[in-house]
């Protein structure tokens, strides 16, 4: 802009002298000139000045505009960053704090914890499976299972567990030495259905495995002492029913026959809590042998066959069609699961009604089930069903004698066959019981 | 007639088989432990003998392999009767030798004279 008025003033200056040419009058040229100064200054100070103000003004404002607006924008930046940043320390910290926690919780808790992933390797263990397992964490963090089997007392855990592919257990015992014992547990760890990993939990039950095993030691010591007494009771009633002691009549006769009965019951309430005792010591299948099961049945079906005639039952025995392998286990305490649950259907069935027994296998279980139109399970009772001394109310109206235990000592037994046991039940209608055996 | 020779603490138990085996015509004998018992049945020499198992002093199954350790006796059939019931229990006096093992819970004088005379057939 300075350049134009440059321009001007020069055209200003040829203009006087053009004029003083013409002119010739030194006078009017010099007026000319004083004038023509006088509007330069005027122009330059009142007009250009201002208009390159307003220009310059106008540039810079615009410029102004874009830096505030900049400006703005890196103040928000910087805002948002700060934010930003406060924010993500934030979240950090609330993760570390949540890590933290966790590792504190898992760190305090008295059940051992390791967590293998999904290859199979190490990545955490907790101080209570370091104290179980006697190993030193640095040892054996980042191995794969079948590389740490020889530290410390791994290589039972690992037998458990299983190379390679973790097994999922339930409360498997692992002997850790004498009297130590823990239960074994997996869980698989998923995310979004895909599995990640596996949680080993070893749950410590030396104690309650003592315990235990001191109150089936007094169980069985005093059943012993109560089977004497109830020995002599027996044998002294049936002296007397036999005339043995002189002849009774028959109101005498009638009166001792119900005493031998609840007489005889008791023994039975002996020798199921002796059962009871033997189960919950552990040491029921100590005879497994290769047993045809459909023999079991069999001879089950005929110890009831008297009960059965006398209440009428109709009683169906489904053989499976073609041959049944056969199969381990203890005999005798399977013949007792089969005896109970025969017994119950038969007990819990009105005269003349059905009672039907199904047994199946295929390549991996035998399936045993008995299927009823008897009394049924009333609907909230059915949670209690296997739990010890339970009876069903409509069950102990129609029958008085049971004492609870038959379904609880059937459970126990097949689950120490690691099979399973289920029912379904109607009150009213009918109840089926079925369990399984694994080959 | 036939000497059967009991070896039993409890005295009432003792004396209701005693009663029982008298009246079907057996000669019975008793002892209430063992010691007392072995000594008893190298002079009766009895057909049969019905053993107990918790006994003071020595006992039922030491009873047992003491007999079988005397060649005078060793051929005396025994019966075990005991409330000791655990399948290992039972285990342990067939090996040891007993021709039979009853819970006395589980059987009458009836039934355990009928086995007595199976035995003596």
């Given at each position: 802009m300075r350049s134009y008025f440059i321009y001007l003033e020069l055209f200003v200056i040829f203009l006087i002298f053009f004029l003083l040419l013409v002119e010739k009058n030194l006078i009017t040229t010099f007026l000319f000139f004083s004038l023509f100064i006088f509007l330069a200054v005027i122009l330059e100070l009142q007009l250009f000045y201002p208009l390159r103000k307003i220009v310059a003004n106008f540039q810079e404002s615009k410029r102004g505009q874009e830096i505030e607006q900049l400006n703005q924008i890196f103040k928000g930046l910087k805002e948002s960053l700060k934010s930003f940043r406060f924010h993500l320390g934030e979240a950090h910290s609330e993760i570390e704090e949540e890590k933290n926690r966790t590792l504190a919780m898992v760190d305090s808790l008295t059940d051992g914890l390791l967590l293998f992933n999904q290859q199979g390797k190490l990545l955490l263990i907790n101080p209570q499976a370091k104290n179980f397992l006697k190993i030193e964490p640095e040892e054996v963090i980042g191995k794969r299972i079948e590389e740490i089997s020889h530290f410390g007392k791994f290589n039972n855990l690992v037998e458990i567990l299983g190379i390679g592919k973790i097994r999922e257990i339930f409360r498997e015992e692992l002997p850790l030495a004498e009297d130590s014992i823990l239960e074994v547990s997996t869980i698989p760890i998923k995310r979004e259905n895909e599995k990640i990993g596996t949680l080993a939990i070893l749950h410590d039950v030396t104690r309650e495995k003592r315990v235990d095993a001191m109150k089936s030691e007094f169980v069985t010591i005093s059943a012993h002492q109560l089977r004497t007494p109830l020995s002599a009771i027996k044998w002294t009633l049936e002296m007397l029913l036999e005339g043995d002691l002189g002849e009774l009549n028959e109101k005498q006769k009638e009166h001792l026959k119900m005493t031998f009965h609840s007489n005889e019951r008791m023994i039975n309430l002996v020798n199921n809590l002796l059962n009871l005792a033997v189960i919950e010591e552990g040491r029921y299948l100590h005879n497994l042998v290769p047993t045809n099961i459909e023999e079991i049945c069999q001879s089950v079906i005929d110890y009831f066959k008297l009960a059965i005639e006398q209440k009428k039952i109709n009683f169906i025995f489904n053989r499976p069609k073609e041959k049944i392998k056969t199969i381990s286990i203890d005999k005798e305490k399977i013949f007792l699961v089969i005896q109970n649950l025969i017994d119950n259907a038969l007990r819990y069935t009105q005269n003349c009604g059905q009672v039907a027994v199904f047994l199946k296998s295929d390549n991996i279980k035998i399936e045993f089930c008995i299927k009823d139109n008897g009394i049924g399970i009333p609907k909230n009772q059915l949670p209690k069903v296997f739990s010890k001394f339970f009876r069903a109310p409509n069950a102990v109206k129609l029958e008085?004698?049971?004492?609870?235990?038959g379904l609880y000592i059937a459970k126990n037994i097949i689950e120490a066959h690691k099979g399973r046991i289920w029912f379904e039940s109607i009150e009213g209608k009918g109840s089926t019981f079925c369990f399984n055996l694994p080959y | 007639m036939k000497k059967i020779f009991i070896i039993e603490d409890d005295k009432f138990l003792r004396d209701l088989m005693s009663e029982k085996l008298s009246s079907q015509g057996f000669e019975v004998f008793g002892a209430i432990n063992g010691e007392e018992g072995i000594k008893k049945i190298q002079e009766i020499k009895p057909d049969l003998l019905l053993l107990d198992l918790i006994l003071p002093g020595i006992d039922g199954f030491e009873v047992l392999s003491q007999i079988k350790k005397i060649p005078e006796i060793s051929k005396l059939p025994v019966i075990i009767l005991s409330n000791l019931g655990q399948k290992e229990d039972i285990e342990r006096g067939l090996n040891l030798g007993a021709i039979d093992y009853l819970i006395k819970a589980h059987f009458t004088p009836k039934e355990i004279i009928e086995k007595v005379k199976s035995i003596l057939k």
């Open positions: 008085t004698e049971g004492n609870g235990l | -």
